[in-house]
């Protein structure tokens, strides 16, 4: 069965650094890995998707990276601002077709 | 801008007392499916319709039913609510041959 994890739960920062947020999961067979932010009280936003044939995607400062052999994922966001303040979530789709989630990993970027 | 929109926002029902909840999608999307969040937690998948195909997880309450009556709206019907069932309810779609969901804003349902 799948299970997906995001370490740490929460990470606090200071405005401007550099930041890598985890994503580990226990079956490779994997179609695609999806990283989405949450706003508190808020619903879903599709930040990245990486294919399972991809290795990695950028959009903006955002860059994220699959292994599938490893079963992680990491999500780099450059120059972090007080924005960018959310939960992070990452989901791989299984062979069902479904979505399987990760608990979150809350970010809070001090200005 | 397509998108896919829910309503209400908030609901406020009582404890055992029918709700419904929408979704619309502008997106024409053929998958449609309903989430449930709870605080700190990860979405849950309550159903999905591939086009007007319902898959129902198995894990789900029979409280809960859904209709798709056409592609474009989905409902969710929550026939008798727990206080249990307070939460984050979340529509997401996707197109079959492509894998990546949109969600909607949620609809947080308060139970009292």
């Known amino acids: 069965k799948q299970e997906v994890t995001q370490i740490p739960a929460a990470l606090s920062v200071p405005e401007g650094e550099n930041l890598v947020l985890n994503c580990s999961f226990t079956d490779s067979a994997i179609y695609n890995l999806q990283w989405f932010r949450q706003d508190p009280g808020k619903g879903l936003t599709s930040l990245l998707l990486i294919q399972s044939s991809q290795r990695e995607q950028t959009s903006g400062r955002l860059n994220a990276s699959l292994d599938k052999s490893s079963g992680r994922s990491t999500l780099y966001i450059a120059a972090s601002q007080p924005g960018d303040s959310a939960t992070y979530l990452c989901a791989v789709e299984d062979s069902n077709y479904q979505l399987i989630w990760g608990a979150g990993t809350k970010l809070i970027i001090k200005p | 801008d397509a998108m896919v929109i829910q309503n209400p926002r908030y609901q406020v029902t009582q404890f055992g007392k029918p709700v419904t909840l929408s979704c619309s999608q502008t997106?024409?999307?053929?998958?449609m499916y309903w989430y449930q969040q709870k605080s700190s937690q990860a979405p849950k998948l309550l159903f999905h319709?591939?086009?007007?195909?319902?898959?129902n997880e198995a894990d789900t309450p029979d409280n809960f039913q859904s209709r798709r009556p056409n592609t474009s709206f989905c409902f969710l019907d929550i026939r008798s609510p727990g206080l249990g069932d307070a939460a984050m309810y979340l529509c997401?779609?996707?197109?079959?041959?492509?894998?990546?969901?949109?969600f909607g804003p949620g609809t947080r349902l308060t139970v009292l």
């Open positions: 319709y591939y086009d007007k195909d319902f898959n």
């Open positions: 997401a779609t996707s197109r079959a041959e492509a894998p990546e969901q949109f």
């Open positions: 997106l024409n999307h053929n998958v």
